[in-house]
């Protein structure tokens, strides 16, 4: 069977939701019924993450951390409110940026009323998990309730109280600055470090498995925006999904303490690890550069991709810079990324080596990120490993320490790079089309702590497989970066949002 072809795919999904309710309970036999656009949405872009009934129960949930909210619990993180239970512009707000510091991208590029329309789906998530303990807890008890006023009770729990109060911000004083540090090592420092950097030992604090890391301020991996209301509201209101307390202070208390945390950020942290989808205008050149070192390359747009880590470190790579350029033929790629280590050489515990990926989709497919495709909507990766663990195979025993027959020094063995491009149709089609790719050029070196790659193809399609650039309509790319120290599998990596390829005719 031929995939689509991914030049001329355009895919429109129907999605039905599954609904279950019943008089006195909730019903054990799903029946179809037309999705709300909300369902629809939420089904696509967020249920690999957060599971179709909000549980975070997800194959995919287990490989994240921070581990992905569950709904159904009715804990959010960015409030407004009194009672810690979110308005709809908070969670359009946390849909627009994302969540820094976790694998929840910016969904900005939807439109206002897909936003809302994923919030109020959020919402009755929360409010059916909430019903269902309540009808589960009233069972138990014996108490004579129906799931229909279960639900009623649980909208009333989840309903937005009223908001805090936000005042205007204050001039920034020597005076105010005192008085809000005082207060910022009363409040906030025993999580946050007297620096705001965050303690260290922060990660082993939760004990519900999703990591909530009190955040570093200075680095700009901050869950909300940095606004004066902003600020204020996560003093005020808390964080309850990330267990940070309101704290009680009076309103020049609150101004001061709010001056004192705004003066610990630094003006470009603000948005520095936000996820927004990024534009990338190839520039057309006469000729393409050369060398990985071609002076050429500084005279093209450079763009910063922030990059999300799927299992979160803080050595793991947090960017990458990508250059681009064609000459009516071929396109080149060159990206650049910090690594501290040089993992090309086979050793006793390889399992993966250092590598880079960009993946490719039709931008009328609107593809799901973590997806990788699927059968229905292929995408084309170009991936590069500084080895291949395949070519590990019947070696490794040769390179353990405790080896006594043949005398193998560690880093002998060269297994080979290995470049290609494939069509993947899901995560499951991933392993069993490596090495079954096409050729593809890439040019790699590593130094002082630093890869540098760039990836060539012609921009015609070589197969059905590929994605074709001739053509006018922009295409959609996202990036993976594998550091071989410390990703064990390759499902363990920093990705980027997608992004818009736009090429210059």
Same mark, same amino acid.
């Given at each position: ?65 921070? !581990? ?16 810690? *239970?979110?308005?709809? $512009? ?8 994302? *969540?820094?510091?976790?694998? *929840?991208?910016? %969904? ?96 082993? %604090? ?6 909530? %890391?009190? !955040? ?5 991996? &901050? ?15 808390? *964080? ?35 996820? %927004? ?35 979160? !470190? ?28 040089? $993992? ?24 799901? &990120? ?26 490794? $025993? &040769? ?6 027959? &043949? ?54 399609? !070589? ?43």
């Amino acid at each position: 069977m031929t995939r689509p072809n991914l030049r001329c795919a355009v895919v429109a999904t129907t999605i039905a939701l599954v609904v279950a309710t019943c008089a006195t309970g909730p019903s054990t036999t799903a029946t179809a019924a037309p999705a709300s656009r909300g369902a629809e949405l939420y089904t696509r872009h967020c249920a690999v993450c957060h599971g179709d009934a909000g549980d975070a129960d997800t194959i995919t949930a287990q490989l994240l951390l921070p !581990r992905p909210t569950a709904f159904r619990l009715g804990l959010f993180k960015l409030v407004s409110t009194q009672n810690g *239970m979110p308005t709809d $512009d908070d969670l359009v707000a946390t849909l627009r940026r994302g *969540m820094p510091g976790s694998t *929840m991208m910016s %969904w900005s590029w939807l439109p206002e009323e897909d936003l809302r329309a994923l919030a109020q789906e959020v919402r009755r998530l929360a409010a059916r998990g909430r019903a269902e303990s309540i009808f589960a807890t009233a069972q138990a008890t014996g108490r004579t309730t129906t799931f229909a006023a279960a639900v009623a009770e649980a909208e009333r729990e989840l309903a937005p109280g009223p908001a805090v109060e936000v005042g205007q911000p204050i001039e920034v004083t020597d005076q105010n600055l005192a008085a809000g540090e005082r207060l910022y090592a009363q409040h906030c420092a025993g999580c946050h470090g007297s620096d705001g950097r965050g303690l260290p030992q922060g990660a082993d %604090w939760p004990t519900d498995g999703t990591w909530l %890391w009190p !955040r570093d301020f200075t680095a700009g991996y &901050l869950r909300g925006d940095t606004t004066w209301r902003d600020l204020t509201c996560r003093v005020r209101a808390g *964080m309850p999904g990330a267990h940070m307390p309101p704290v009680r202070l009076s309103a020049a208390e609150t101004d001061s303490l709010v001056s004192f945390v705004k003066s610990l950020i630094p003006e470009e942290a603000t948005a520095h690890h936000t996820q %927004w989808r990024r534009t990338l205008r190839v520039q057309r050149t006469q000729t393409l550069p050369a060398r990985l070192d071609d002076a050429a390359w500084t005279r093209l747009e450079r763009l910063r991709l922030p990059l999300a880590p799927l299992w979160w !470190r803080p050595e793991a790579p947090a960017e990458l810079w990508l250059t681009a350029a064609h000459d009516g033929t071929d396109v080149v790629l060159r990206l650049e990324w910090a690594d501290a280590t040089h $993992d090309a050489e086979a050793q006793p515990t390889s399992t993966i080596s250092d590598g880079a990926a960009i993946q490719f989709a039709a931008a009328t497919l609107d593809p799901p &990120l973590f997806a990788m495709g699927s059968p229905q909507q292929p995408v084309n990766v170009w991936r590069w490993h500084a080895f291949d663990p395949k070519d590990l195979a019947g070696i490794a $025993d &040769l390179l353990s320490p405790t080896h006594t027959g &043949l005398d193998v020094p560690l880093g002998a063995v060269q297994p080979r790079p290995r470049a290609e491009s494939l069509a993947f149709e899901g995560p499951a089609s991933a392993r069993a089309a490596t090495g079954t790719g096409l050729p593809l050029q890439v040019a790699t070196e590593w130094a002082a702590g630093r890869w540098t790659a760039t990836f060539r193809r012609s921009l015609r399609a !070589r197969s059905d497989q590929e994605v074709d650039l001739t053509g006018t309509t922009p295409v959609l790319f996202a990036f993976a970066i594998w550091d071989g120290r410390i990703d064990h599998h390759a499902g363990s990596k920093a990705i980027t949002t997608w992004h818009v390829l736009a090429l210059e005719r």
